[in-house]
Structures are given as structure tokens and as C-alpha cells.
């Protein structure tokens, strides 16, 4: 499901303890930089610094819109 230069938003999962109803629950877009087979995804800003760790691909949704990398 996870490609290589996709745009992703990452789900905040802070919100889970203390949820607000009209935050914003989805960080990015990201651009996804590295997919290992055990479903964890690197990620890296739009302006190329990488985001610290890798994540969970449940975590993500992809970004449609304008602006594919």
C-alpha cells in the first residue's frame, strides 16, 4: 500500500488520552521514504528533514490532493 515518494498524514496519537473535538488529529503531509516488510514506514518532512523513528503504517492515511512529490 505504501510506495516509495507518497504523500501521508500521520495520525497524532496524543489526542487518544485527551481527546478535543475540533483539533486537528492528522499531522503532515509526509513523504514516505522507506517501507520495511514489517510495515513500518520512514518518513521525511516536504522539506527534506526526516521525521525522528519510524512509524506504524496504520498510522498513516494517504494525502490526496495537490502537490505529489
Known amino acids: 500500500m505504501f510506495k516509495i515518494n507518497y504523500l501521508m498524514f500521520l495520525y497524532d496519537s496524543k489526542f487518544e488520552k485527551f481527546p478535543r473535538k475540533l483539533r486537528m488529529h492528522w499531522l503532515g503531509p509526509y ?10 514506514v520512514q518518513l521525511v518532512k ?24
Open 31 to 40: 513523504v514516505v521514504k522507506e517501507v520495511t516488510d514489517g510495515g513500518t
Open 46 to 69: 516536504l522539506n527534506g528533514e526526516p521525521y525522528l523513528g519510524r512509524v506504524n503504517g496504520s498510522r498513516l492515511k494517504p494525502y490526496i490532493g495537490e502537490g505529489v512529490v
